[in-house]
């Protein structure tokens, strides 16, 4: 669970952390522009988990549609 940044708290309103689609890869591009975007207080996300949900404010041809939920891995299963 990554909502909290290190800025903001969990401040829904205040979350700087982005997801914009990319169109030609079908992608979305994660991005914590700031220092005061960087995820914090992430649990034992460091030590035992896979996969986060992340939060960011998702962003598609400029335009922001709010704060959306993300199924990030974060490390590979196998190690």
Known sequence: F???ELGHGS???????????DHST???????PTETSIKF???N????ANMMVL???LY??????GLHA???PIRDRAT
């Open 55 to 57: 939060f960011a404010q």
């Open 70 to 72: 993300f199924v990030v």
């Open 11 to 21: 401040n829904v309103q205040g979350c700087e952390t982005t997801a914009t689609y």
């Open 60 to 65: 598609v041809q400029d335009v922001c549609h």
């Open 26 to 32: 079908r992608e979305f591009v994660l991005n914590s």
């Open 2 to 4: 990554a909502l909290t």
């Open 41 to 43: 207080w992430i649990g």
């Open 45 to 48: 996300l460091g030590k035992t």
